[in-house]
């Protein structure tokens, strides 16, 4: 399985994952409810704070599980509720979905 890769959706960064060569950086992941779930060491496999970001995908809209939401993101699903990637915790979460990394956090 390859690593799930994101820019940031306030700098447009791309979150590298702490098996690149590049160093990690502090990234925060919202819900549209006002949680903010901290990751300052990305592994690669959508876990930001301990918090699954498809698992939260999935809780965000009302489906049953993760792989659910994996296939509707994946198959660019409209009228889906997203988490936010950013590196403020500040951030006011917009319904936008976070862009995917054509390095996939780890290929520069």
Same mark, same amino acid.
């Given at each position: 399985?390859?690593?799930?890769?994101?820019?940031?959706?306030?700098?447009?960064?791309?979150?590298?994952?702490?098996?690149?060569?590049?160093?990690?950086?502090?990234?925060?992941?919202?819900?549209?409810? #006002?949680? &903010? %779930? *901290?990751?300052?060491?990305?592994?690669?496999?959508?876990?930001?704070?301990?918090?699954?970001?498809y698992k939260l995908l999935a809780d965000m809209n009302g489906?049953?599980?993760?792989?659910?939401?994996?296939?509707?993101?994946?198959?660019?699903?409209? #009228?889906? &509720? %997203? *988490?936010?990637?950013t590196e403020s915790a500040d951030w006011q979460w917009r319904?936008?979905?976070?862009?995917?990394?054509?390095?996939?956090?780890?290929?520069?």
């Amino acid at each position: 399985m390859g690593f799930f890769s994101f820019k940031t959706q306030d700098t447009n960064r791309s979150i590298a994952n702490k098996h690149s060569g590049r160093k990690t950086f502090k990234v925060f992941m919202h819900d549209n409810k #006002g949680n &903010v %779930y *901290p990751e300052s060491n990305y592994e690669g496999y959508g876990d930001f704070g301990g918090v699954d970001y498809y698992k939260l995908l999935a809780d965000m809209n009302g489906l049953k599980d993760r792989n659910e939401a994996i296939q509707l993101s994946c198959n660019n699903r409209e #009228g889906l &509720v %997203y *988490p936010n990637l950013t590196e403020s915790a500040d951030w006011q979460w917009r319904n936008a979905e976070p862009q995917n990394c054509e390095f996939q956090g780890y290929f520069y």
